[in-house]
Nanobody
């Protein structure tokens, strides 16, 4: 079992920055890949960025050049640095982990609101 806890969300003005943190606990050695997803109000959940166990990173086109994923030396926690935030980045941001055995794990989410 893996538990994921997000933090760092909040209210920010357009053009501002936030850094989200995802801390994993439990059987973290079984984690293979991790990712950040988001769900804007009234819309479906979408992938923001993923990072494999080998360090391969893929960003959604909508956040390329503005968001950066990183992780600690032990792969935990992972961070999402969000710069030049736009109102359309408003969403609940979720941390996701995929285990070596194919299991999916989700955090409860953290709300990011970008508004003037």
């Amino acid at each position: 079992q893996v538990d994921l806890e997000e933090s760092g969300g909040g209210l920010v003005q357009p053009g501002g920055s936030l850094r989200l943190t995802c801390a994993a606990s439990g059987s973290i050695l079984i984690i293979r890949d991790m990712a950040w997803y988001r769900q804007p109000p009234g819309k479906e959940r979408e992938l923001v960025v993923s990072i494999t166990g080998g360090g391969e990173i893929k960003y959604a086109d909508s956040v390329k050049g503005r968001f950066t994923i990183s992780r600690g030396n032990t792969r935990n926690p992972i961070y999402l640095q969000m710069n030049s935030l736009k109102p359309e980045d408003t969403a609940v941001y979720y941390c996701y982990a995929l285990s070596n055995f194919g299991g999916d794990y989700w955090g409860k989410g953290t709300l990011v609101t970008v508004t003037s």
